[in-house]
């Protein structure tokens, strides 16, 4: 097993799911929410970043609303998401804060991921709160979506979540040990796989239907997962939920589960993207000692380097970076609007309060965000 992927992973989503989270629709299972965030806790003082993305806000809706079935109404589901939310944060709330972590709330539509302005908004948020050592806790805003706009499954959710905030690893916590080659329960002769390429046909022949009445998805979610993350970099371990001290015990590169490698290294991956765009939206055209900085010291472009803004482009636009002979020398994502880089241009980033009317990244194009031409 290729166990140094976890045991070398800096950042982390843990997925869980309602059944866990619930006790199989119980109600809130105190104890083992306790024990992931004790877990948790000892991943941050090891020096990881942690992401929790947890079901179980419908769930416990429903059995505080004391509904021993669940609803097909949208307008229900709703409902008792948004009752059984707050008891789901506050919980994680008060479990972290024994554990003498901050924690916060964060609920997510896939409108949120679709629109670029509020993707790079939620990436900003998140990564704040990690910076700050504060654990968020993510959950689908069930309270106001609809089944044209879900993620479907926080299986798929986790996925996004490692995309979004660049994790090296997705750890899907579930009822079952991990992937089989068929579903035990029904052949005897079904062997359990320790390890396998994230995104291979062949484990979304073996992954059967959801296998709970409380939570939505299967392990066919988890693989399609494990496949998305991958596409970002990131390894996907399924394992059991109430294994005694998973979390830890993989991070210390113990075999636990099944862990699905991605193919393409983290840093690859999305650089590989950017330099495949045919088409840029816009440039912005830098000085000789910008330009060097860039090629030769690897350094973020800063906008008191750059002298024109070509084209019309949003942020989080992918942008050519131009050296005074008009030669492309690399690209990035823009952290800034064009009509903002215009503003920006040979200033420093003191005046980019009184330019904007708002201070955000001291950069137009963050190093960890550019490709060098060579």
């Known amino acids: 097993m290729a166990s140094g992927v976890l045991a070398d992973a800096r950042r982390i989503v843990v997925k869980v799911g309602s059944s866990l989270v619930t006790n199989e629709g119980r109600g809130l299972d105190e104890a083992a929410i306790g024990e992931w965030c004790r877990q948790l806790a000892a991943l941050v003082r090891d020096g990881r970043e942690v992401v929790m993305v947890s079901s179980g806000a419908i769930a416990e809706g429903m059995k505080r609303l004391g509904w021993s079935t669940r609803p097909k109404e949208v307008h229900e589901l ?17 479990k972290l804060r024994e554990q003498g972590l901050g924690s916060a709330q964060v609920l997510l539509t896939h409108a949120d991921l679709a629109d670029r302005e509020r993707y790079l908004n939620a990436r900003s948020t998140l ?6 050592q504060v654990v ?37 916590l579930t009822d079952q040990k991990g992937l089989y080659t068929a579903d035990p329960r029904r052949d005897p002769a079904a062997q359990f796989v320790h390890e396998a390429k994230a995104g291979d046909p062949a484990l979304e022949a073996m992954a059967g239907g959801a296998g709970s009445s409380i939570g939505k998805g299967g392990m066919i979610t988890k693989i399609l997962a494990a496949k998305r993350a991958a596409g970002s970099g990131a390894s996907t371990v399924i394992a059991w939920g109430r294994e005694p001290d998973a979390l830890v015990r993989l991070t210390q590169g113990e075999p636990i589960g099944t862990l699905l490698v991605a193919q393409t290294a983290k840093n690859q991956a999305r650089k590989q993207w950017m330099a495949d765009h045919l088409q840029m939206r816009g440039a912005v055209c830098v000085d000789a000692g910008a330009a060097a900085k860039l090629r030769d010291e690897g350094k973020s472009l800063l906008p008191i380097g750059m002298v024109a803004v070509e084209g019309e482009f949003s942020r989080g ?7 005074p002979a008009g030669q492309e020398i690399a690209r990035g994502l823009a952290n800034y609007a064009s009509a903002e880089a215009r503003l920006m241009c040979r200033k420093a980033s003191s005046e980019f309060e009184k330019l904007l009317g708002y201070a955000a990244e001291p950069e137009m194009v963050h190093r960890d965000n550019l490709v060098v031409q060579r």
């Open 136 to 172: 968020p806790v993510i959950n689908e805003n069930d309270t106001v979506v609809n089944d044209e706009i879900k993620f479907g499954d926080n299986d798929t959710l986790g996925a996004l979540v490692a995309n979004l905030v660049e994790a090296d690893a997705l750890v899907i």
């Open 78 to 94: 709703q409902a008792a998401a948004a009752v059984g939310q707050m008891g789901l944060a506050q919980m994680y709330e008060t």
């Open 317 to 323: 636009d992918v942008i050519a970076i131009k050296d």
């Open 127 to 132: 990564l704040t709160l990690l910076r700050l």
